[in-house]
């Protein structure tokens, strides 16, 4: 019999190995927010998750496309890589992601601090045979602020869902 563990050591080395599973898949998740005419995102830590958290904001059906809207967060490596995604719409038929609309936050800084200088970028990212094919609409040195950038998105979603159905 001593060559056998006990039920209850079985399920305590279970549940630890799920724990330590648990915690190392985790990971560090921030919140890039900004407000009008600043160069630069305060960076908020906002907890540690296995999967990152994605709010929808609006969903709307544009010419048969089916256009999303989402708040994002960020994790450590986005961050680092110097390319997170503030906000932007997820574009579908009923089947498949046609495209998607970001505002995206790009910084060259390789450390995080609790405010990152960058620029504001609006990036389309088009899916053609399986891959995304990105064209950066527009370019910000300051952020135009939450409303406008929501308004400006937008207004180019409407422009170019079009552009997207041509080619569908």
């Not at 001593?2 to 209850?8: G, K, Q, S, T, V």
């Not at 330590?20 to 830590?45: P, T």
């Not at 995206?104 to 970028?121: P, Q, S, V, Y």
């Amino acid at each position: 019999m001593e060559d056998f563990l006990p039920f209850e050591d079985i399920i305590k080395r279970d549940i630890k190995i799920d724990e330590e599973i648990i915690k190392e898949s985790k990971q560090k998740v921030y919140q890039l927010q900004s407000s009008k005419n600043n160069d630069f995102c305060n960076v908020v830590f906002v907890g540690e998750f296995e999967k990152l958290p994605i709010v929808q904001i609006l969903k709307e059906t544009i010419d048969n496309f089916i256009c999303t809207l989402l708040s994002f967060v960020t994790t450590e490596d986005d961050i680092l890589n110097g390319k997170s995604h503030m906000i932007g719409f997820i574009i579908h038929d009923n089947t498949n992601i046609v495209a998607t609309l970001m505002f995206t936050f790009l910084t060259d800084k390789k450390t995080i601090t609790d405010e990152i200088k960058g620029k504001f970028k609006i990036v389309l990212t088009k899916i053609e045979n399986d891959k995304g094919i990105e064209y950066i609409l527009d370019t910000y040195d300051e952020y135009p602020g939450r409303e406008e950038s929501i308004y400006i998105l937008t207004q180019l979603l409407i422009e170019n869902v079009k552009r997207i159905k041509e080619k569908t």
